[in-house]
């Protein structure tokens, strides 16, 4: 009996173990209403992740900047100006900008600009003039290729030139003569003589600084009616013919047969198309605003002022410097 009651018991529970195990897995596959149900997650498993979005890139921009005001000039778009794909021609065409930028154009001034030398006054006083300035073009064009790569801003590289003499030399620079030169003329002449006297004017007491240049041109100005100048004869291709201005060629003539006493160097000197009678042969300096020019630049160690002293027929123009750079100014050899 009791073996008997022990199988039966061993049954029953294999049948309900069995009965558990399908109706668990029924419950897992469907649900009551028929549907399917979402597997379960596996516990490690990760949510899907969205996409990304690609951050957009921005161009890269290169701005030329004024120096002074510390302004964008311009704004350069090198993928627009091909860079990437011609680099040679997106470098000449930089070095084109550059050039009109320095040198200026029809419709705008460049920033290159000569120096306008100082001048003492009738009291002793200076009249600033102004600088040298040159706007270095192929620097700034390697400045360009440079933030052309990554971006960024570029400031035009210039060069400022001050006239080369210390303030306190200015009181003394009359002190001692070191060259002088004149000549002569008919002052029965009236426009002539008041042309010659106008040119002497503007170059009187000019202060020449060590290495600074000289131009005639620019410190006379123009020789035209509304500065005071009047019809006089003057030599233009080979003939003596009626013009405004005529004489102040005698004024620069005398200028450098003074100078050329001293160890000044010549940046640009021309010769009358006709001999004039006020100086030796091969011994004149032509001059015309707006064409040719007497430039000369002061290599003679020392600063130095040019004086004119115009008179009744004669015109003479000396080079003065301090009493203690009398022995040191360097004469032509």
């Known amino acids: 009996m009791g073996k008997r009651t022990?199988?039966?018991?061993?049954?029953?529970?294999?049948?309900?173990?069995?009965?558990?195990?399908?109706?668990?897995?029924?419950?897992?596959?469907?649900?009551?209403?028929?549907?399917?149900?979402?597997?379960?997650?596996?516990?490690?498993?990760?949510?899907?992740?969205?996409?990304?979005?690609?951050?957009?890139?921005?161009?890269?921009?290169?701005n030329v900047i004024e120096p002074n005001t510390k302004n964008i000039l311009r704004t350069f778009l090198p993928v627009d100006l091909g860079f990437a794909t011609d680099p040679v021609a997106y470098k000449k065409e930089m070095g084109k900008w550059a050039k009109d930028?320095?040198?200026?154009?029809?419709?705008?001034?460049?920033?290159?600009?000569?120096?306008?030398?100082?001048?003492?006054?009738?009291?002793?006083?200076?009249?600033?003039?102004?600088?040298?300035?040159?706007?270095?073009?192929?620097?700034?064009?390697?400045?360009?290729?440079?933030?052309?790569?990554?971006?960024?801003?570029?400031?035009?590289?210039?060069?400022?030139?001050?006239?080369?003499?210390?303030?306190e030399d200015a009181a003394h620079l009359n002190e001692v003569v070191v060259a002088s030169f004149t000549t002569y003329f008919s002052s029965g002449v009236v426009g002539r003589s008041k042309n010659i006297e106008l040119s002497a004017q503007a170059i009187d007491n000019i202060i020449v600084g060590k290495q600074d240049i000289f131009s005639f041109n620019l410190t006379v100005g123009p020789s035209d009616a509304e500065h005071g100048y009047q019809p006089a004869k003057e030599i233009v291709n080979k003939q003596l013919v009626d013009g405004i201005g005529g004489g102040i060629c005698q004024t620069s003539s005398t200028l450098f047969n003074a100078v050329d006493q001293v160890a000044v160097s010549y940046i640009e000197k021309h010769h009358h198309s006709l001999s004039v009678g006020y100086v030796p042969a091969g011994r004149d300096a032509t001059v015309s605003y707006g064409g040719p020019d007497f430039r000369f630049q002061n290599t003679t160690g020392v600063p130095f002022i040019i004086k004119t002293i115009y008179g009744k027929g004669k015109i003479t123009v000396e080079v003065r410097t301090s009493a203690a750079y009398q022995s040191l100014i360097a004469k032509r050899n």
């Open 101 to 167: 930028l320095a040198r200026g154009t029809e419709t705008a001034n460049g920033y290159d600009q000569r120096m306008v030398l100082d001048k003492i006054d009738a009291n002793g006083q200076i009249i600033k003039g102004k600088p040298q300035i040159i706007l270095d073009e192929a620097e700034l064009v390697e400045r360009i290729m440079m933030a052309s790569i990554m971006g960024g801003d570029v400031e035009l590289p210039l060069q400022v030139t001050e006239s080369g003499y210390m303030p």
């Open 6 to 62: 022990w199988s039966i018991s061993i049954f029953l529970i294999g049948s309900l173990i069995g009965l558990t195990g399908c109706t668990e897995k029924t419950a897992n596959e469907t649900s009551r209403e028929g549907r399917v149900t979402e597997p379960q997650k596996k516990p490690n498993q990760k949510p899907s992740e969205e996409p990304q979005k690609v951050e957009e890139q921005k161009p890269i921009v290169v």
